[in-house]
């Protein structure tokens, strides 16, 4: 099956790789960027051999120009894009404010040219957080408590996008098939320097910017396991999507453990990746004085694991490992020169 389908912030890491699939099976891909000035070249370099199956379009998350034309004529929208940086904002709003109006702005656009299909790409953000210490096991029946103390604005902001998308998706379009895709942390091959936030610290990691080990560890999915299941939402039949959540997770990991995964395969590549543990009150200590280090201090020693179950089960849904995923993290860094030895 293919059709015509808008995959918004085609400059995003998963989102490329959304379209990369795509592509490869038939669509005819619309994406948005913020300007076409500084990225068009950069994604017809990527698909070179795309021609007039991939058209660019101008659009912001922040106001309605472009859109209705990066709607017209698609059946299908993943509403990809929103803001994930790498480090935490004064403002809370800033993140929130784009991820919730950006999401309200492509489905009120994408309804109103008549998109039969929409997936968007929440994230475990909005599933695992806020909830009692004890709680270890997660899957798409959990809902991140956005008012829990602590809640980073990143995480809020998911929350918010994806409650807001749904309570929209019910009271303006019951005849659009929605669901969302809630991927948990995204590591896999890089396809060039403009790195996702969730890279940075294998990055790191190589260049030795990291000295010691936290005790932090988390669910992992390979970008091209997150790519492959919103292609099968997409082409899913309706009714098997529709309201839906699939948490899109492989398997958990503590950071030492992906550390020794690339010194037992790297050699000299790996030389400055660390052996050494971080002692928690080390952590702690740093986080009194790091709105970014705060942000992944409250994870410390939290083994929390997502399910991603239910996407094998209702859509055939399959996973590499993720100790591979993590060595083709690093192997692409360093072959794309991101990562210099
Ligand atoms: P990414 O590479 O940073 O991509 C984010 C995309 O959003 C970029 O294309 C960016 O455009 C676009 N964007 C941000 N603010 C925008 C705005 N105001 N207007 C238009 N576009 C805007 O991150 P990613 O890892 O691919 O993440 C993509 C999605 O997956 C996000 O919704 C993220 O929350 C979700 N997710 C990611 C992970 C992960 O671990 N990577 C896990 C779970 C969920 P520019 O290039 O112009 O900045």
Redo the contacts with the bound molecule.
């Keep these: 099956m293919a059709g015509t389908v808008l995959v918004?912030?085609?400059?995003?890491?998963?989102?490329?790789e959304v379209i990369d699939q795509l592509l490869g099976r038939g669509w005819c891909v619309r994406t948005?960027?913020?300007?076409k000035a500084?990225?068009e070249a950069r994604l017809r370099a990527r698909w070179p051999g795309a021609g007039d199956q991939l058209f660019v379009f101008e659009?912001?998350?922040?106001n309605d120009a472009g859109w209705d034309l990066a709607n017209e004529g698609c059946t299908h929208v993943a509403h990809?894009?929103?803001?994930?940086?790498v480090g935490v904002p004064k403002d809370e709003n800033e993140l929130i404010v784009?991820?919730r109006e950006?999401t309200l702005r492509a489905l009120r656009f994408a309804h109103a040219a008549g998109v039969q299909h929409f997936v968007q790409?929440?994230?475990?953000?909005a599933i695992a957080y806020g909830h009692p210490a004890s709680k270890t096991l997660f899957d798409e029946s959990d809902w991140t408590d956005a008012n829990a103390p602590g809640i980073q604005p990143?995480i809020k902001?998911?929350t918010v996008a994806e409650r807001a998308a749904r309570e929209w998706v019910a009271q303006n379009a019951l005849d659009m098939a929605f669901c969302s895709i809630?991927?948990?942390?995204?590591?896999g091959p890089v396809a060039n320097d403009?790195?996702?936030?969730?890279?940075e610290f294998v990055r790191r990691f190589l260049t030795g910017e990291i000295p010691a080990i936290p005790r932090i560890g988390f669910t992992v999915?390979d970008?091209r396991d997150?790519a492959s299941l919103h292609v099968l939402a997409l082409e899913a039949p309706a009714a098997t999507i529709r309201g839906e959540r699939f948490a899109?997770a492989a398997d958990f990991m503590w950071m030492e453990d992906m550390a020794r995964v690339l010194r037992d395969h790297l050699g000299a590549d790996a030389r400055k990746v660390p052996s050494r543990r971080m002692p928690t009150p080390v952590l702690k200590l740093m986080a009194l004085f790091s709105r970014d280090i705060r942000q992944i201090a409250g994870e410390v020693g939290k083994r929390k694991v997502v399910s991603g179950q239910h996407a094998k089960d209702k859509l055939g849904w399959t996973t590499l490992p993720v100790e591979q995923t993590v060595l083709e993290t690093a192997r692409s860094l360093i072959a794309q020169g991101v990562v210099k030895l």
């Design positions: 918004t912030g085609g400059t995003g890491y998963i989102a490329g948005t960027v913020r300007s500084t990225s659009a912001d998350l922040m990809v894009a929103s803001p994930f940086p784009p991820a950006g790409t929440s994230s475990s953000a990143y902001s998911k809630n991927p948990v942390a995204v590591l403009d790195l996702s936030a969730s890279i999915v970008v997150v899109c």
